[in-house]
C-alpha cells in the first residue's frame, strides 16, 4: 500500500471524522487504502466502510475485511452507488482529492512530465478521452480556457498557441513532445512549476474533476445524516476554494444564505477555523505533501 500510495494527513483527517464503532462511512478516493485501512481500525464489528474508486488498479489494494465494501465508480455518482447498495445514509464522508503517487510514478499513464509516455492522463481508463485529445483536438480558444481555469497559468492564450503551432506540423502524443511543444513558451525561471499547471489542466480536463467534486459535494449534503461529518483533502488553489465555500455556505459562491430573522441557513457547523496543513514531521517523511490542505464540517 505505501508503495501505491502514503496517505496524507492520516490521523487528522480520520479524527476528524470521529468515527462511531458502528456507524457507515464512505471513502471516497480509495486509491491505495490507508485511509480506508485506518478507519476500519476504528470501526465494530457491525460497522461498514465503502471505498470508492474509479482505478480498477486499485482494486489490488482492497483489504479482506467483511466491513469494507469497494465500489468502482467515480465519486460523481455517490449517492446513486450508495443506494444501490442499500446506503441512504452515512456517518461520515472522507475524500483525499490528490494524485496517487502511482499514478506519477506509473509513467506509462502519462501524469508526469518526467519521462517518455503516451499524453494519456485517464484516472478511469475505460473513459474515452485523453490528454492528446485535448492537446490535438481542441481549439485554440478552448485550449486558452483549459489552461487558464484549470491551469491559472499567466499567459494561457501564448501556451495554447505554441500547442497549435507544433499539432500542425506534427500530432502531440507524447508527454515528452508535450513538453517540447511549449519550450518555447515555458519561462526559464522555474519551468518545473510551469510543466506542473500545465499538466495538472489537462488531467483536470481529461477527468472532470471540478464538475466531479461538485456533484459529490452537493450529493454529500443528501447521503450525510444530522450530525455526519464531511472531511476533505484538496491540493490546489481551484479544488480548496471550492471545498471552503461549500462548507461555509452550503454553495460554491460562499455567500450564507440566511431566514428572515437573519439566522444563518448553511448546511454545515465548520470543524476547522483554518485549513489543516501537514506538520515538519510529515513533510519529511512525505514531501509530496506539501500542498495539502484539510477542511471539515459537521452537518446540521
Known sequence: MSRYHTPVLLEESVGLLGIEPAGTYADLTFGGGGHSRRILSELGPEG?????DQ??????????DPRFHYVESNFRFLRGALRLRGVLEVD????????????????ERGFSFRGEAPLDMRMNQRGTLTAADVVNNYT???????????????????VASCLVRARTAAPVTTTSALVGAVK????????SKFLTK??????IEVNGEMEAL?????????????????????????????????????NFSGEVEKDFFGRSLAPFE????????????ELVRNPRSRSAKLRAAVKR
Open 184 to 191: 518555447p513558451c515555458t519561462p526559464a525561471k522555474d519551468p
Open 55 to 64: 482505478d480498477r488498479d486499485t482494486r489490488a489494494n482492497c483489504p479482506e
Open 198 to 203: 500545465l499538466f495538472q489542466a489537462l488531467r
Open 48 to 52: 461498514r466502510l465503502y471505498g470508492f
Open 92 to 107: 461520515g464522508i472522507l475524500a483525499d482529492l490528490g494524485v496517487s503517487s502511482h499514478h506519477f510514478d506509473e509513467l
Open 214 to 250: 461538485k456533484m459529490a459535494l452537493e450529493q454529500s449534503l443528501k447521503v450525510l445524516r444530522p450530525g455526519g461529518r464531511l472531511v476533505v483533502i484538496s491540493y490546489h488553489s481551484l479544488e480548496d476554494r471550492l471545498v471552503k465555500n461549500f462548507l461555509r455556505s452550503g
Open 270 to 281: 465548520p470543524l476547522t477555523r483554518k485549513a489543516v496543513t501537514p506538520s515538519d514531521e
Open 140 to 158: 485554440a480558444e478552448e485550449l486558452t480556457r483549459v489552461l487558464g481555469d484549470w491551469g491559472e497559468l499567466e499567459t494561457p492564450w501564448k
